[in-house]
């Protein structure tokens, strides 16, 4: 009896370090995604935001008033921004290693 008490003791003990070790990797894996999902957050904040009747009527009336053919443009710039932005970036980061 009194070496299957000990066996469940380290059992436990085992178990709570491996436990803690687990808390431990979640804590620095939250932490890596804590910024996107604020951002996720704060996306979906202006998106309730703009689900208001006034600027939905204002958007409506913005694009009766104008020609589609200009917006099918604005994809196109908004990744070419995308990418300049990355590669000022990369740009950025390697003028900070050489410093």
Partial sequence: MSEELAHL???RQWLVERSADQ???LS???RHYQQPIETGG???GMLRYFKSPVVLSALGTILVRTKWRRFSKVPKWAWSGWKLFQVGRLIAAARAQQV
């Fill in 9 to 11: 003791r380290r059992r």
């Fill in 28 to 30: 620095a894996v939250a």
């Fill in 23 to 25: 808390r431990r990797t």
């Fill in 42 to 44: 704060k996306i979906l």
